[in-house]
């Protein structure tokens, strides 16, 4: 592996210590955190630049469907979307997984397991 590359390794870890210069706040320790976090900020967001909302890689509404998709089985009925064990169908209709307020704290939380404030 080529640690000079941002796939991983020494060049990853700097390249978040670039972020968190100015992102303190979203590079700080949480009692709950995201695992994204682990793949590093360009898991998410591309620093140099993007056409989406806060650099992220892909527009919101599928960013988070990316890692949390969820094939769905024989019993979920038609038209619905579970994520984990939660019908997700009315809750994306309210907006994407932060707009619609449910998972506010997209990079970590200190109160809550399933990233809210």
Not at 69 to 98: E, K
Request: with cysteine.
């Amino acid at each position: 592996m080529d640690i000079r590359k941002s796939a991983g390794g020494l060049a990853l870890a700097r390249q978040d210590q670039s972020c968190a210069q100015c992102h303190r706040n979203q590079t700080r320790p949480f009692v709950f955190q995201h695992d994204a976090l682990r793949e590093g900020c360009v898991a998410c967001h591309n620093p140099h630049g993007s056409i989406n909302e806060k650099m992220l890689v892909e527009s919101d509404p599928n960013l988070c469907l990316r890692c949390h998709a969820q094939a769905q089985g024989p019993a979920v009925p038609s038209g619905h979307l579970y994520i984990g064990n939660t019908d997700h169908t009315v809750f994306l209709r309210m907006g994407t997984c932060w707009t619609a307020g449910c998972h506010t704290a997209v990079h970590g939380s200190n109160v809550d397991p399933r990233l809210r404030y």
